[in-house]
């Protein structure tokens, strides 16, 4: 029963009292900030096979909507309710005192694998939480406390991610980086402890760790007991950087600029049926504000390297998928994985 959607979460998910040999694992896969037509599957040049190939033997939605933002989508898929409804239609920067926002998921709806857990699963999370209030996070980083809001209180096994929405570098004055991004993000948490940056390895990545995790969790189980996977790999969001070996693979494809790269694309998804009826890529117009060859040379090298960054997190992502997949078959057990990915 293996499938891929492209969708957010419509409704409670509902748990059907089933033995454990008969319950599918779950792996739920959320980024941030990847456009509609991002994946190949969807007529992207980012080269993502594993993902299309979960998606050819799956279900594609045309269309889509979403919170078009970090925080309150999570909370809707998390939870199947509308945002609004669990008290986080904005952000988690605040709480604004005013239904519906509250700055943090409310406890009265239960998450997915607070439903999970008790029929069985085994629950985890690698990768990005954010959806509890930032005022909630000076403490934890002060005394350890949760106060209720941390992915295990809210019915997860394991976490291993980030918590926060923003990951931002900064750098002394000398211009040494100090900590942030997906080299040495400031929150990293191992389940409730706080990973400093200094702790964390040189050569970190924080998308390939987060891939390390899932598949640590498919491996490392000591039971038969179904699982629920919530993989959120917090890429490709800002600060777009990768490794550098990785950029260099996309480098290339982007130097012909973004005028012709658009045009591709919308041909690609023509041709794979994506456009509404009677909507064809002849009515596609695009947003560009200059044409490329008005930029200057450093204003196109800028925009190549901000591409090839961002094409090199996908293809990441798109390669822990992979991993996790093989692992799955090595098991035999992919066939009763639903595969979910938004």
Request: hydrophobic share 35%; proline share 6%; net charge negative.
């Amino acid at each position: 029963m293996t499938k891929f959607i492209s969708s957010m979460a419509g409704g409670l998910l509902s748990v059907l009292p089933l033995e454990a040999a008969q319950q599918p694992n779950v792996l739920l896969i959320m980024v941030d900030d990847m456009g509609y037509s991002d994946l190949g599957c969807y007529g992207s040049e980012i080269e993502t096979p594993h993902l299309d190939t979960l998606a050819d033997a799956g279900v594609k939605y045309r269309q889509v909507r979403n919170y078009a933002r970090c925080c309150p989508s999570r909370a809707s898929l998390l939870t199947g309710r509308y945002a609004h409804e669990v008290q986080l239609g904005w952000m988690t920067a605040a709480d604004e005192q005013v239904p519906g926002y509250r700055g943090g998921a409310s406890r009265d709806f239960p998450m997915i694998p607070e439903l999970l857990r008790p029929a069985g699963y085994n629950t985890h999370l690698a990768g990005k939480w954010h959806v509890m209030q930032d005022a909630g996070l000076e403490p934890f980083f002060k005394t350890g406390q949760t106060h209720g809001d941390f992915p295990l209180d809210r019915g997860f096994d394991s976490y291993f991610g980030i918590l926060r929405g923003g990951n931002r570098v900064s750098y002394d004055r000398e211009g040494n980086r100090l900590g942030g991004g997906y080299f040495t993000p400031w929150d990293l948490v191992r389940d409730t402890t706080h990973i400093p940056v200094p702790q964390i390895p040189e050569d970190f990545f924080l998308t390939t760790a987060l891939g390390d995790e899932v598949v640590a969790r498919i491996t490392e189980r000591e039971s038969d007991e179904p699982f629920f996977i919530y993989y959120a790999p917090y890429a490709p969001h800002n600060p777009v950087e990768a490794p550098e070996e990785r950029v260099a693979r996309c480098r290339e494809r982007y130097r012909v600029g973004y005028d012709i790269l658009w045009r591709e694309r919308i041909k690609r998804m023509d041709a794979l049926g994506l456009f509404p009826d009677g909507i064809t890529a002849a009515d596609a117009q695009p947003f560009f504000p200059r044409a490329w060859e008005d930029l200057s040379e450093e204003e196109q090298s800028t925009w190549v390297e901000i591409a090839a960054n961002f094409a090199a997190l996908v293809e990441t992502v798109d390669e822990q998928v992979g991993r996790a997949v093989t692992e799955l078959k090595a098991r035999d057990e992919l066939d009763n994985t639903l595969n979910a990915q938004s």
